[in-house]
């Protein structure tokens, strides 16, 4: 058991990053008090069901009350009302800090309301999945997974270190930069390569020539894989698209221009074109591999279901 990072945590809203958050806390020791607030009275009573902290709360500002560290975990959209909302209850000495995969438009929205004395250094995990809500949480969730910190000017070295010591006990790899570098880079490696996905289930889902009981049925690995990041959740995904506007439409025109390139090499039957960018594009992935970011196990680490013995066909086996 670690010995406590902060004596109380304050986890507002309870998904897939907060609800894994309260896991690593409660089963590493990394906090005295855990304080969950959301307004859904089903979800709250769930995480209660689910024993993710120590204290419960439908409103955000009886959470943070003597909270050393206040996590949002939130869609973006909403930073600025919940942090109006506990900004006067907020402790003296507190980080305060998000998991929000935007971040210039999340310290514009925070900052103004945010009283003197507190250290805010806003935060991304990368590390995610398709699940959401208090169920979805688990403990491994950040293994091995880069966790970005972006602090706004003259924030005290010494909070930024607590904050990244907390990740690490987390199990993530730290790394500081700036707030508009962060959205630059996770518009390409994460915000354009959603949108895509979102709009190639839709495209398939609205072909007329093709009905949508044979795009179920006949789904080949790469489309499947393009419905698992589709699945995700719809009003994070809207408010991320909405707050890094600027940053993915600049990934989208480049998206736009190496798609047209493509689409020249394929109409007038240029195969050494189209052989060098895939070799390029599998060197790539063999990087993310060797950095420990995926596996190259067959079928991207999957394993197919066990079959049980108990519900086949015939006698049971020993």
Do not use: C
Not at 243 to 263: G, I, K, W, Y
């Amino acid at each position: 058991m670690t010995e406590p990072l902060f004596g109380k945590v304050a986890l507002i809203g309870i998904g897939l990053i907060g609800s894994s958050i309260a896991i690593n806390i409660r089963d590493r020791g990394l906090a005295g008090e855990v304080a969950i607030s959301t307004r859904s009275r089903e979800t709250l009573e769930r995480a209660e069901e689910l024993r993710l902290g120590t204290s419960y709360h439908r409103e955000a500002s009886d959470a943070v009350r003597d909270a050393d560290l206040v996590i949002l975990s939130i869609p973006v959209g909403a930073s600025g009302a919940v942090t109006r909302e506990i900004a006067s209850a907020l402790k003296p000495g507190a980080i305060v800090s998000d998991v929000g995969s935007v971040k210039g438009s999340v310290i514009e929205q925070m900052l103004p309301h945010l009283p003197a004395g507190v250290h805010f250094i806003p935060a991304h995990p990368l590390a995610g999945t398709e699940q959401s809500g208090p169920d979805a949480g688990f403990l491994e969730l950040f293994e091995n997974r880069w966790s970005i910190l972006t602090p706004v000017s003259d924030t005290d070295p010494e909070a930024v270190a607590r904050l990244t010591a907390f990740w690490e006990a987390l199990g993530s790899k730290v790394e500081v930069m700036t707030p508009e570098h962060h959205d630059l880079v996770l518009a390409i490696v994460s915000h354009v390569p959603h949108l895509i996905a979102y709009n190639i289930v839709g495209t398939a889902a609205d072909l007329e020539t093709v009905t949508q009981s044979e795009v179920v049925k006949f789904s080949a690995s790469g489309f499947r894989d393009f419905t698992r990041i589709a699945a995700s959740d719809p009003t994070m995904w809207r408010d991320v698209f909405l707050h890094n506007r600027d940053a993915v439409l600049e990934m989208l025109a480049r998206f736009s221009e190496d798609l047209a390139t493509l689409q020249r090499a394929i109409r007038w039957g240029d195969g050494d074109a189209l052989h060098a960018l895939f070799t390029r594009t599998r060197a790539i992935r063999r990087s993310i591999v060797e950095a420990g970011q995926d596996t190259a196990a067959p079928n991207f680490g999957r394993q197919p279901p066990r079959k049980d013995p108990w519900n086949e066909p015939g006698e049971p086996k020993a």
